[in-house]
């Protein structure tokens, strides 16, 4: 007999801006249920919108972030947290400057020895496990299947650790380094594990070139090569497909 919990697959699709409200609310649903709710985030232009609306749930509706605990999936390696360019910056900038949240995490992508990098990589482990665990994790998706930056050949049971960034990966983002070179070659990210011991899932994919690779992470097979297919193995994910993904839904589903 199995004791395995069953894999619910929600698919919501529709248009953007229509996404980004229904995962705001489910974001602030949650906040109002649970005050002191720990939220894992997620960077990239995507969930830009995002943030952008729980801004504004914060100073219309008062929702209250004062006791809720953030933890993002990743940041460039190495990297200064002022960085114009880090993840630190980039959630200052979208958010946290702009709500009530005193108690936010980001992977430190400051230069370090191996070493320092490894008990690093440990203490986020901890900070998330002392935090009573992620409730709700946000995701986008990568152009190699990446989540966070775990990218091709991730392993099911990898937790936070130092990756190498793919070719892929790296071009997308030259364009807000300016030049291929000043690329980080290396992240710090949140592993698989990690990302699937969170109690809720929420992946939104947005645009013609995620199109392939969400239809392989949602209905293909669970392979290290497409690091998204792990989230078939979780209890409770949603995948949020804007209208350029929508139109393959025939084959999606
Ligand atoms: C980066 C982040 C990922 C994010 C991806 C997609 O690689 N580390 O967490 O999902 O970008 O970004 P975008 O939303 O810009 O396509």
Redesign the pocket.
Known sequence: MSTQSPCLKTVITGEYPVLVRRIAARIAELVRFKPNAVLGL??????IPIYEALVRYHRQEGIDFSRVVCFN??EYYPILPASPQS?HHYMQNNLFRKINCPTWHVPSGEAASQDMIEEACHQYEMQIQNAGGIDLQL????RTG????NEPGSQRHSRTRLVNLDRE?RE??VADFGSDKDVPRQ?I?MGIGTILEAREIILIA??EK?RTITQLAMDGPVVAEVPASYLQEHPRVSWYLDGALENNLPQLL
């Open positions: 997620a960077t990239g232009a995507t969930p999936l990743d993840y995701l986008g998706i990568g990446h989540i966070g930056f990966t997308d983002a992240a990210t947005r645009g995620k």
